[in-house]
Antibody, heavy 120, light 109 residues
Framework: QIQLVQSGAEMKKPGASVKVSCKAS????????INWVRQAPGQGLEWMGWVSTYNGNTKYAQNFEGRVTVTTDTFTSTAYMELKSLRSDDTAVYYC?????????????WGQGTLVTVSS | QSVLTQPPSASGTPGQRVTFSCSGS????????VNWYQQLPGTAPKLLIY???QRPSGVPDRFSGSKSGTSASLAISGLQSEDEATYYC??????????FGGGTKLTVL
């Protein structure tokens, strides 16, 4: 079955960077892009960016442009999201999500989420 | 501030029909389809409705979606206690890529 398994919780200091991984299985990795969505405590969903697993093309939300980088490793079927210059308001659960089809949406498959805590 | 506007809360009693609204603009809902997600506490979101009115396999037909102009709606009929969750709308935006609503938290009384 299709699975997206994310790396474990992280605790970072302000100004640091974090890199979250998302390992895919159960389908051809290069057939579907990967989106990253975050959710601050008690808040709604916020889209961060998308990466093509076929050619590495990316799209980013304006709010994160310049601070986030999404990449893939086709050999290990793993997607990565790196967020730099962390602030306390970056504390959130970060999800990877795969569309059901070949486009950007809808997000039919989700990872379990990775809690990133930013605190001094 | 979310690009798509949803009321923050809704409530209903078992068996009742409830509806959720999602308001956007021409660049998102007006030009593109809407998807709805259900998020139970402590879990990842689950796709509930795609292409404005289509249900993925396994989603009960109690859930239905519609779209008109720059607004969309999700309806749940025959409300059940396990429907207590937060519901998010989402759409492609021609300028901003993917946008979400702020979510509507449903309480089953």
């Amino acid at each position: 079955q299709i699975q997206l398994v994310q790396s474990g919780a992280e605790m970072k200091k302000p100004g640091a960077s974090v890199k979250v991984s998302c390992k895919a299985s159960g389908y051809t990795f290069t057939s579907h892009g990967i989106n990253w969505v975050r959710q601050a405590p008690g808040q709604g969903l916020e889209w961060m960016g998308w990466v093509s697993t076929y050619n590495g093309n990316t799209k980013y939300a304006q709010n994160f442009e310049g601070r986030v980088t999404v990449t893939t490793d086709t050999f290990t079927s793993t997607a990565y999201m790196e967020l730099k210059s962390l602030r306390s308001d970056d504390t959130a659960v970060y999800y990877c999500a795969r569309p059901t089809g070949g486009g950007y949406l809808p997000l039919g498959f989700w990872g379990q989420g990775t809690l990133v805590t930013v605190s001094s | 501030q979310s690009v798509l506007t949803q009321p923050p809360s809704a409530s209903g009693t078992p068996g009742q029909r409830v509806t959720f609204s999602c308001s956007g603009s021409t660049s998102n809902i007006g030009n593109n389809v809407v998807n709805w997600y259900q998020q139970l506490p402590g879990t990842a979101p689950k796709l509930l409705i795609y292409s404005s009115n289509q249900r993925p396999s396994g989603v009960p037909d109690r859930f239905s979606g519609s779209k008109s102009g720059t607004s969309a709606s999700l309806a749940i009929s025959g409300l059940q206690s396990e429907d207590e969750a937060t519901y998010y709308c989402a759409a492609w935006d021609d300028r901003l890529h993917v946008v979400f609503g702020g979510g509507t938290k449903l309480t089953v009384l």
